[in-house]
């Protein structure tokens, strides 16, 4: 069973970096075929994909989302990071990661990190 649980700080100013991390147990992220999502949640509103890092390492990004989103991972330890370069464009979000064989269906999914946006 893969189970993943996103990991972050409680507050962010908008000029910081926002660093989040997805431990993942139960699956290597290094498995084959398996995608690493990051997906964001603004309140009230929809899903969004921002970006995947794939099994051998290989980054994909929502074109709307790419200026400031870096994907990465650490596989001696099996979790992957998500860094944004700044809050500011975006606003409060809770943000997911997720997991899947490809791009869709996301199989597995974390239960959320919220991170406020300090004014």
């Known amino acids: 069973q893969v189970q993943l649980q996103e990991s972050g700080p409680g507050l962010v100013k908008p000029s910081q970096t926002l660093s989040l991390t997805c431990t993942v147990s139960?699956?290597?992220?290094?498995?084959?075929?398996?995608?690493w999502s990051w997906i964001r949640q603004p309140p009230g509103k929809g899903l969004e994909w921002r970006g995947a890092i794939r099994y051998d390492g290989g980054t994909y990004y929502s074109p709307s989302l790419k200026s400031h989103t870096s994907i990465s991972r650490h596989t001696s330890k099996n979790p992957f990071s998500l860094q944004l370069s700044s809050v500011t464009p975006e606003g409060p979000a809770v943000h997911y990661c997720?997991?899947?064989?490809?791009?869709?269906?996301?199989?597995?999914w974390g239960q959320g990190t919220q991170v406020p946006v300090s004014s």
């Open positions: 139960g699956c290597s992220i290094t498995t084959m075929y398996y995608y």
């Open positions: 997720a997991s899947g064989t490809g791009f869709a269906p996301l199989a597995y």
